[in-house]
């Protein structure tokens, strides 16, 4: 079985704030001072230790990319969310990863929450076939489309839009702190179910692509996944 996710989240401004000498009052201003001073860049967006999880979507598909469950999560209560997350990981022992960029965003901010909260995540997060980079276990489609790097990391939206996979309908990711603070929790979790949705499409087609799968199944796994994403941004 593989779990395909997405998480979405917010600044800990608690936790910003904590750690710089003369914090801004502004959180807005606090963004950017802290972007300045501790990720020594004026982008805005902080690196995953600095956020909290307001968000989670996953899909469990079968080992031949069938679909079974849907899990999600969001809210304010982040233990309560990392608790969820824990307990669907757990629903199989020796389970597959399929995001993108994961690796560089996503696991490392359940890693560090979990630590923030004392919790204790699945073994199988910290097992050499999900921790070893190059792991069939651990799909990150940023390293298999960049070649590990070897060539540039595309945006999933960019790689969607060159399969005809239409995403980001429901919102972006810099939209996420405005939803959240006008409370607007499903459509963060509509959003984050979008991007689950559109990065198992890109999934499908590179393992369609590289010979992994046959024509009739990848017709058939991409007509019901179409229709789902559609119902996403219908709602």
Known sequence: MFFVFDI????????????????????DDLLIQASEELARNSSGFLPPMYHQMVSWVGLWIS????????????GADEKQGLLSLIDALQTYKDFGLIHHNGRGFDLPLILYRAMKHHLQLPHRLNKYEIR???SKENI???????????????????????VGIPVKQTGHGNEVLKMFREN????????????????YLVWLHYRYTIGEMDSALFENLKTRAMQKLKDIQDL
């Open 184 to 199: 607007e929790l499903e459509k963060i979790e509509r959003y984050c179910y979008e991007d689950v949705v559109g990065t």
């Open 132 to 134: 070893y980079r190059f």
């Open 63 to 74: 080992n031949t990319g069938e679909p079974k469950q849907k899990l999600s999560w969001t």
């Open 140 to 162: 990150d489609l940023i390293d298999e489309f960049s070649n590990y790097g070897a060539s540039s990391w595309p945006k999933l939206n960019h790689v969607s839009s060159l």
């Open 8 to 27: 979405e989240s917010i600044p800990d401004f608690k936790f910003i704030r904590s750690l710089l000498e003369n914090p801004a009052e502004d959180d």
